[in-house]
Protein backbone atom coordinates (compact mmCIF):
# COMPACT_ATOMS: atom_id res chain seq x y z
CA UNK A 1 0.00 0.00 0.00
CA UNK A 2 1.75 3.15 -0.47
CA UNK A 3 1.78 5.71 2.10
CA UNK A 4 3.12 8.70 2.59
CA UNK A 5 4.66 10.26 6.04
CA UNK A 6 4.84 13.99 6.11
CA UNK A 7 6.94 15.96 8.96
CA UNK A 8 8.70 19.27 9.71
CA UNK A 9 5.91 21.17 10.21
CA UNK A 10 5.70 23.96 13.11
CA UNK A 11 5.01 27.33 14.60
CA UNK A 12 8.05 29.55 12.90
CA UNK A 13 8.70 33.27 12.71
CA UNK A 14 8.23 35.66 9.89
CA UNK A 15 11.50 35.12 7.96
CA UNK A 16 12.08 31.92 9.43
CA UNK A 17 12.87 29.17 7.86
CA UNK A 18 11.65 25.19 7.66
CA UNK A 19 12.23 22.17 5.85
CA UNK A 20 9.31 19.59 5.20
CA UNK A 21 10.15 15.72 4.61
CA UNK A 22 7.56 13.92 2.57
CA UNK A 23 9.28 9.60 3.59
CA UNK A 24 6.98 7.12 1.29
CA UNK A 25 6.91 3.55 1.97
CA UNK A 26 5.22 0.69 -0.46
CA UNK A 27 6.80 1.95 -3.50
CA UNK A 28 9.81 3.93 -4.61
CA UNK A 29 9.13 8.06 -4.81
CA UNK A 30 11.64 8.29 -8.01
CA UNK A 31 9.27 6.64 -9.72
CA UNK A 32 6.99 9.41 -10.02
CA UNK A 33 6.30 13.20 -10.09
CA UNK A 34 5.63 14.33 -6.26
CA UNK A 35 4.11 17.79 -5.71
CA UNK A 36 3.54 19.64 -2.15
CA UNK A 37 0.41 21.63 -2.00
CA UNK A 38 -0.93 23.52 0.93
CA UNK A 39 -4.23 24.28 1.94
CA UNK A 40 -5.38 27.36 4.55
CA UNK A 41 -8.24 27.66 5.79
CA UNK A 42 -11.17 28.70 3.55
CA UNK A 43 -9.29 27.97 0.54
CA UNK A 44 -8.91 25.37 -2.15
CA UNK A 45 -5.51 23.58 -2.51
CA UNK A 46 -2.60 25.77 -4.04
CA UNK A 47 0.23 23.96 -5.60
CA UNK A 48 3.55 25.29 -3.92
CA UNK A 49 6.17 22.83 -5.74
CA UNK A 50 6.40 19.95 -7.59
CA UNK A 51 9.53 17.92 -8.83
CA UNK A 52 9.26 15.65 -12.05
CA UNK A 53 10.59 11.50 -12.09
CA UNK A 54 12.55 11.18 -15.31
CA UNK A 55 14.64 14.86 -15.60
CA UNK A 56 14.11 16.02 -12.26
CA UNK A 57 12.52 19.47 -13.50
CA UNK A 58 11.02 21.09 -10.92
CA UNK A 59 8.01 24.62 -10.79
CA UNK A 60 7.41 27.14 -8.50
CA UNK A 61 4.54 29.66 -8.78
CA UNK A 62 5.34 33.05 -7.73
CA UNK A 63 4.18 33.23 -4.67
CA UNK A 64 7.09 31.12 -3.49
CA UNK A 65 9.83 31.30 -6.47
CA UNK A 66 12.69 31.62 -4.78
CA UNK A 67 12.23 30.84 -1.40
CA UNK A 68 11.16 27.69 -1.80
CA UNK A 69 13.37 24.37 -3.18
CA UNK A 70 11.92 20.69 -3.57
CA UNK A 71 14.64 18.51 -4.05
CA UNK A 72 14.94 14.28 -3.68
CA UNK A 73 17.02 11.95 -1.75
CA UNK A 74 16.56 8.67 -3.30
CA UNK A 75 18.47 6.53 -0.60
CA UNK A 76 15.82 7.55 1.88
CA UNK A 77 12.84 7.47 -0.64
CA UNK A 78 12.32 10.83 0.60
CA UNK A 79 11.26 14.35 -0.99
CA UNK A 80 12.13 17.61 1.22
CA UNK A 81 11.08 21.08 0.65
CA UNK A 82 13.04 23.41 1.82
CA UNK A 83 11.06 26.81 2.63
CA UNK A 84 12.90 30.00 3.45
CA UNK A 85 11.95 33.17 4.13
CA UNK A 86 8.83 31.78 5.57
CA UNK A 87 5.80 34.96 5.71
CA UNK A 88 2.66 34.37 7.38
CA UNK A 89 0.74 33.97 3.78
CA UNK A 90 2.40 30.63 4.17
CA UNK A 91 0.51 29.43 6.90
CA UNK A 92 -1.58 26.43 5.73
CA UNK A 93 -1.54 22.96 6.02
CA UNK A 94 0.88 21.27 3.37
CA UNK A 95 0.61 18.55 1.84
CA UNK A 96 2.64 15.83 -0.48
CA UNK A 97 0.96 13.64 -3.27
CA UNK A 98 2.40 11.67 -5.66
CA UNK A 99 1.64 11.47 -9.36
CA UNK A 100 1.66 7.54 -10.52
CA UNK A 101 0.09 7.64 -13.67
CA UNK A 102 1.80 11.07 -15.39
CA UNK A 103 5.39 11.99 -15.25
CA UNK A 104 4.42 15.73 -15.46
CA UNK A 105 4.94 18.51 -13.01
CA UNK A 106 1.51 20.08 -12.77
CA UNK A 107 0.15 21.64 -10.43
CA UNK A 108 -3.21 20.33 -10.65
CA UNK A 109 -4.50 18.32 -7.08
CA UNK A 110 -6.72 16.37 -9.76
CA UNK A 111 -3.54 14.69 -11.33
CA UNK A 112 -2.31 13.59 -8.25
CA UNK A 113 -3.75 10.26 -6.86
CA UNK A 114 -1.66 9.31 -3.43
CA UNK A 115 -1.51 12.05 -0.47
CA UNK A 116 -0.08 12.57 2.77
CA UNK A 117 -1.93 13.38 5.36
CA UNK A 118 -0.36 16.81 5.81
CA UNK A 119 1.42 18.61 8.05
CA UNK A 120 0.72 22.27 9.91
CA UNK A 121 3.15 25.37 9.19
CA UNK A 122 1.69 28.42 11.05
CA UNK A 123 4.22 31.50 10.77
CA UNK A 124 3.89 33.75 13.28
CA UNK A 125 5.50 36.48 15.53
Known amino acids: QLQFVESGGGLVQPGGSLRLSCAAS????????IGWFRQAPGKEHEGVSCISSSDYSTYYPDSVKGRFTVSRDNAKNTVYLQMNSLKPEDTAIYYCAANTVQDLCLMLPKLYDYWGQGTQVTVSS
Open 26 to 33: GFTLDYYT
